[in-house]
């Protein structure tokens, strides 16, 4: 008995028809609740992982000190007793009436406004110059950076024996035929032996971020300004100083800060002296703290001094503030 041939199968694909999609079940059968994201799939929770640590420095380092500061500040502390009790604002009034809290002041403000226009324009004088091609460029770069990898302690303890009578200065001062100098022991010579110092230490690191500043700029810009026949100067007031102004406006309200608290090269070459020359508001809260012993009017003193440099540096941001 022979079987029939069987039919052969059709090699045409049969047509796919898309299941519906239906909840997934459990072994029970109940349907499972979709999944959670991960705390990967959240960027904001991702970026607040990383900033916690520098949110909680900021917190513990400088919010919690600074309100520790100007609660100390409302306070006063008697030296006999050690009693503490709270006397609102006589702090402020006492120091506005106190001769040495106000030389102080003028003293930092006339210190910040000779010395910060001094260090940015020799910085930007040399940051023009090293980023030309001549020869020993990157020789003499190093040169000026140096002073930066010194401590500041040890380049006023260097200076300081510089500045002495018988030092290096007053030695070069004899050879050239000219008198000598009594550099930190004359009230009028002082603070600009100081203001010398602090520009041999700050030049340096300035220029760099200015030098970083310059590189950025295309070199088309200049070539253009070059062919319109503009010259080296035109090329710099408005090809180079426009395009420099945010390197320059961090550079500048930087060493305000830095400026405002200068304290240990006065501390080492003149204690505030001669005569109050060169007491600085930094140096005057560190000898109202611990020498005096008042720490509640040196915590006035700081909460003020943060005012200021608060008023100075939003006074700079106005000014440089620009149309982008």
Same mark, same amino acid.
């Given at each position: 008995m #022979?079987? %029939?041939?069987s039919t052969?199968?059709?090699?045409t694909?049969r047509?796919?028809?898309?299941?519906?999609l239906t909840?997934r079940s459990s @072994?029970?059968g109940q349907?499972?609740? %979709?999944r959670r994201?991960?705390?990967?799939?959240?960027p904001?929770?991702?970026?607040?992982? $990383?900033?916690a640590?520098a949110?909680?420095?900021?917190?513990?380092?400088?919010?919690?000190?600074?309100?520790?500061a100007f609660?100390?500040?409302?306070?006063?502390?008697?030296l006999l007793?050690?009693?503490?009790?709270?006397?609102?604002?006589?702090?402020?009034a006492t120091?506005?009436?106190d %001769?040495t809290?106000?030389?102080?002041?003028r003293v930092t403000l006339?210190f910040s406004? +000779?010395?910060n226009p001094l260090?940015?324009a020799a910085a930007?004088?040399l940051a023009v110059?090293f980023?030309?091609?001549?020869?020993?460029?990157?020789f003499l770069?190093?040169?000026?950076?140096l002073?930066? =990898?010194v401590?500041p302690a040890?380049?006023? @303890?260097?200076?300081s024996v510089?500045?002495r009578p018988?030092g290096?200065?007053?030695?070069l001062l004899?050879?050239?035929?000219l008198p000598?100098q009594? $550099?930190?022991t004359?009230?009028?010579?002082?603070?600009w032996s100081? +203001?010398?110092l602090?520009?041999?230490?700050g030049?340096?690191y300035?220029?760099?971020f200015?030098? =970083?500043g310059?590189?950025?700029?295309?070199?088309?810009?200049y070539? &253009? &300004? @070059?062919?319109?026949?503009?010259?080296a100067?035109?090329r710099f007031?408005h090809v180079t100083?426009?395009?420099?102004?945010?390197p320059? @406006?961090?550079?500048?309200?930087?060493d305000?800060?830095?400026? /405002?608290?200068?304290?240990?090269?006065?501390?080492?070459l003149?204690?505030?002296?001669p005569e109050g020359?060169?007491?600085? #508001?930094?140096?005057?809260i $560190?000898?109202r703290a611990?020498?005096?012993?008042d720490?509640?009017?040196a915590?006035a003193?700081?909460?003020?001094?943060v005012l200021l440099?608060?008023a100075v540096v939003?006074?700079? /941001?106005?000014?440089?503030?620009?149309?982008?």
């Open positions: #022979t079987t %029939p041939p052969p199968q059709s090699s694909p047509p796919f028809t898309p299941r519906p909840p @072994a029970s349907a499972l609740t %979709p994201p991960r705390f990967a799939d959240r904001a929770a991702v970026a607040l992982a $990383f900033l640590p949110l909680v420095a900021l917190l513990v380092l400088r919010l919690l000190p600074a309100g520790i609660v100390s500040s409302l306070n006063h502390t008697s007793t050690g009693e503490t009790y709270f006397v609102g604002l006589r702090n402020y120091l506005f009436s %001769p809290f106000l030389q102080s002041v006339l406004v +000779i010395v260090q940015i930007l004088a110059l980023t030309r091609r001549f020869a020993g460029v990157r770069r190093v040169l000026v950076i002073p930066i =990898a401590p040890v380049s006023a @303890a260097v200076w510089a500045y018988d290096l200065l007053n030695s004899t050879v050239l035929g000598p009594p $550099f930190l004359s009230p009028g010579q002082a603070l100081l +203001i010398v602090l520009s041999w230490i030049v340096g300035w220029m760099m200015l030098i =970083a310059l590189q950025d700029i295309p070199t088309s810009l070539e &253009a &300004a @070059a062919i319109d026949g503009a010259s100067w035109r007031w100083l426009p395009l420099l102004r945010r320059l @406006a961090f550079v500048l309200v930087a305000t800060v830095a400026n /405002f608290l200068v304290f240990a090269p006065v501390q080492m003149t204690n505030g002296g020359s060169t007491n600085v #508001t930094m140096y005057d $560190f000898t611990y020498t005096v012993g720490l509640s009017l915590q003193e700081v909460m003020l001094l440099v608060l939003v006074v700079q /941001f106005r000014l440089l503030r620009g149309k982008d």
